[in-house]
């Protein structure tokens, strides 16, 4: 099985291999040198106006909050999630402390988990972002502020045995990645499709 990207020119293999599985291997774990690297690459994201407004909380198999973080997740995510090696609670500070709006804050923490989810290809960690949890009961009990609106859980590990998943889980997981075409996402200027407008 390959998942990785086909695509019209070379991209960086990094890009290319990167996918989201659910088949992590439950024994794996994640050193602190690597969750360090994931936080620093994440950190020099750039932001509107250097504003930084990522938070995250890392919280690992062996910590007690592992369970309450599992407890969060919503739906299927709860029967493959808790197999990785950790959990990456995202949040973002979306107002400054004066209270006043920042509009690009959910852009710029796209980005920061962009670099973080790079960097784990290259450490050969696989990550899956969640949308599917529910923050309430996470929000105060990880340390965030109340400026802070959690918006994903990223489930951190290594790839095990599709064994591990229902049938219906490992056919996803085995299936080829899609994606819509560059000519369906680029609205002017695809090499090869330029129109001159007269
Ligand atoms: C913001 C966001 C939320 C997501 N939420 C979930 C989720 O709750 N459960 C899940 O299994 N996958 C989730 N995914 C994973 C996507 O389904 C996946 O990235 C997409 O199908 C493309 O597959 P690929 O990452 O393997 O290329 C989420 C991805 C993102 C970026």
Redesign the pocket.
Known sequence: MT?TATTSVDIHPLIAK???P?SFDAQASITDQEVLALLEAARWAPSSNNTQPWRFAVVRREDELFGTVTEALVG??KSWAPRASAFIVVGVESVDAEGRERKWSDYDTGIASALLTTQAQELDLHV??????NPDSLHATLGFNERTKLI?VIAVGRIGSTDQLSEELRQRETAP?QRLELSELVVHGLPGSIKNHS
């Open positions: 998942k990167r996918w989201s659910r299927f995510n899956h972002q969640m949308g599917g949890f994903t990645r």
